[in-house]
């Protein structure tokens, strides 16, 4: 069967009509859970795993306040640090030669400013201080997405992969052990944040060890433990693919990559000064690059089934009854070709023409009360990394073309081929 409304299970279908994507991601004043098969390979202690809408609401209010924009640009100091030693790599690639990775480069910097917003600023994993930049980060956080599908139809497979030794799991699925390696990580900086009970320390888990308006159940370390973890794999891998995309659009494109440097120039006639996000928003192709990277790398190709409790929902003359597990696919608003005329080609200019009528269309983030958490911070990193770099450096694309780009799987976020996804460049 084809069309907008379409049955892919006994108690699911699948809505492709962007125009009603604002009715199923709705606010809060409509309710909507999540499904709970859906998040059946989600640790249990992760806010993104509660499925209730009131439980859901409880635990992301503990979270919310560190990423408002008002938080954000609060933070902008330890991000510029952070982008800093990122550029002091590329300074050192520029004076040997060597090549870079841009995954690696933005996975280590989102690890490193994500883990001192989680653990604290003296607490983070400081990935960046290390003479050359390993992918571990990179194979663990890529290990998790491509298990999570295969876990969440063979459930049984998580719970083995606890009690196995990892170098065992690791001969069948070498993903587990990359997960594992990171996992590990995570929960001795949680078990340390934790044991600190600070008072004075900004960070998100003593916030929330010491928020008295979530129940003793809220607060244990198991937990925080599964929070911190999804906070860093959420984090890292999303921002940072953008992230390289987007450059890897720019740099193959001279035409755009000339007239953003231009912009850049202009604003930032000494490049040597840190940029503030508030200053770089006011530029209009650089915001419409962003934009044009946000939609085009569509990173998040899972379906994102909502419930509606108490309401039915009407699409396209379908009444669905309320309790119908409904989704839709980021993925496929944002390559709408009766949105985006030739959806699969970066072209920034359509932002400056009709950024008003498409905006309502750039979902990279999902949409409603339980959309994604981090929005502020990604478009910080986006505004302040790419203007700093691009600014900076003169960067060649090596060994590189549109194959290390091109997302084939969908491993809730999506994956190029295997081995595929990396996007080497030369400093300048």
């Given at each position: 069967m084809y069309g907008p409304v379409v049955r892919i299970g006994p108690n699911e279908i699948h809505v492709n009509d962007p125009d009603f994507y604002d009715v199923l991601y709705a606010g809060p004043t409509r309710r909507r859970h999540k499904d709970p098969w859906f998040l059946s390979s989600i640790a249990p202690g992760m806010s993104f795993a509660a499925s209730n809408y009131d439980h859901h609401r409880a635990r992301r209010s503990g979270l919310s306040p560190?990423?408002?924009?008002?938080?954000?640009?609060?933070?902008?100091?330890?991000?510029?640090?952070?982008?800093?030693?990122?550029?002091?790599?590329?300074?050192?690639?520029?004076?040997?030669?060597?090549?870079?990775?841009?995954?690696?480069?933005?996975?280590?910097?989102?690890?490193?400013?994500?883990?001192?917003?989680?653990?604290?600023?003296?607490?983070?994993?400081?990935?960046?201080?290390?003479?050359?930049?390993?992918?571990?980060?990179?194979?663990?956080?890529?290990?998790?997405?491509?298990?999570?599908?295969?876990?969440?139809?063979?459930?049984?497979?998580?719970?083995?992969?606890?009690?196995?030794?990892?170098?065992?799991?690791?001969?069948?699925?070498?993903a587990f052990g990359h997960a594992a390696a990171i996992e590990r990580d995570v929960e001795k900086h949680t078990l340390k944040a934790y044991n600190r009970h600070s008072a004075s320390e900004l960070s998100i888990i003593d916030h929330l060890i010491r928020n008295d308006k979530l129940p003793p159940a809220e607060r244990t370390l198991a937990r925080l433990t599964d929070e911190a973890k999804f906070l860093l794999v959420a984090g890292t891998d999303a921002p940072?693919?953008?992230?390289?995309?987007?450059?890897?659009?720019?740099?193959?494109?001279?035409?755009?990559?000339?007239?953003?440097?231009?912009?850049?120039?202009?604003?930032?006639?000494?490049?040597?000064?840190?940029?503030?996000?508030?200053?770089?928003?006011?530029?209009?192709?650089?915001?419409?690059?962003?934009?044009?990277?946000?939609?085009?790398?569509?990173?998040?190709?899972?379906?994102?089934?909502?419930?509606?409790?108490?309401?039915?929902?009407?699409?396209?003359?379908?009444?669905?009854?309320?309790?119908?597990?409904?989704?839709?696919?980021?993925?496929?608003?944002?390559?709408?070709?009766?949105?985006?005329?030739?959806?699969?080609?970066?072209?920034?200019?359509?932002w400056l023409s009709s950024s008003s009528t498409l905006s309502r269309y750039l979902v990279p983030f999902s949409k409603g009360s339980q959309g994604c958490l981090g929005p502020n911070m990604a478009w910080c990193w986006l505004y302040i990394g790419l203007a700093t770099l691009l600014r900076r450096f003169r960067l060649e694309l090596v060994n590189t073309d549109e194959s290390n780009v091109t997302i084939v799987r969908d491993c809730f976020n999506g994956q190029t081929s295997a081995g595929k996804n990396r996007i080497q460049v030369r400093v300048c």
């Amino acid at each position: 069967m084809y069309g907008p409304v379409v049955r892919i299970g006994p108690n699911e279908i699948h809505v492709n009509d962007p125009d009603f994507y604002d009715v199923l991601y709705a606010g809060p004043t409509r309710r909507r859970h999540k499904d709970p098969w859906f998040l059946s390979s989600i640790a249990p202690g992760m806010s993104f795993a509660a499925s209730n809408y009131d439980h859901h609401r409880a635990r992301r209010s503990g979270l919310s306040p560190f990423f408002s924009k008002t938080a954000v640009r609060g933070w902008e100091p330890v991000i510029h640090e952070n982008l800093q030693r990122l550029c002091q790599h590329f300074e050192r690639a520029n004076e040997t030669s060597q090549l870079l990775e841009l995954h690696t480069c933005f996975v280590n910097f989102a690890v490193d400013t994500v883990s001192q917003y989680v653990f604290g600023k003296d607490s983070g994993f400081d990935t960046l201080k290390e003479p050359i930049l390993t992918e571990k980060w990179k194979k663990g956080v890529n290990g998790i997405f491509e298990l999570l599908l295969l876990v969440r139809h063979f459930p049984w497979m998580y719970f083995l992969s606890r009690v196995l030794p990892v170098w065992f799991s690791r001969i069948f699925f070498p993903a587990f052990g990359h997960a594992a390696a990171i996992e590990r990580d995570v929960e001795k900086h949680t078990l340390k944040a934790y044991n600190r009970h600070s008072a004075s320390e900004l960070s998100i888990i003593d916030h929330l060890i010491r928020n008295d308006k979530l129940p003793p159940a809220e607060r244990t370390l198991a937990r925080l433990t599964d929070e911190a973890k999804f906070l860093l794999v959420a984090g890292t891998d999303a921002p940072s693919q953008v992230m390289a995309i987007t450059m890897y659009h720019v740099l193959s494109n001279p035409k755009i990559h000339n007239l953003l440097r231009e912009e850049l120039q202009i604003a930032l006639p000494d490049a040597s000064v840190d940029a503030s996000w508030s200053d770089l928003e006011r530029l209009p192709y650089l915001t419409a690059v962003i934009s044009e990277g946000l939609r085009l790398s569509a990173v998040v190709t899972s379906r994102l089934p909502r419930i509606a409790p108490d309401e039915d929902l009407v699409c396209h003359g379908w009444r669905i009854p309320a309790g119908t597990s409904i989704s839709m696919s980021n993925h496929f608003v944002l390559r709408d070709a009766t949105i985006f005329a030739d959806p699969l080609t970066f072209h920034p200019e359509r932002w400056l023409s009709s950024s008003s009528t498409l905006s309502r269309y750039l979902v990279p983030f999902s949409k409603g009360s339980q959309g994604c958490l981090g929005p502020n911070m990604a478009w910080c990193w986006l505004y302040i990394g790419l203007a700093t770099l691009l600014r900076r450096f003169r960067l060649e694309l090596v060994n590189t073309d549109e194959s290390n780009v091109t997302i084939v799987r969908d491993c809730f976020n999506g994956q190029t081929s295997a081995g595929k996804n990396r996007i080497q460049v030369r400093v300048c």
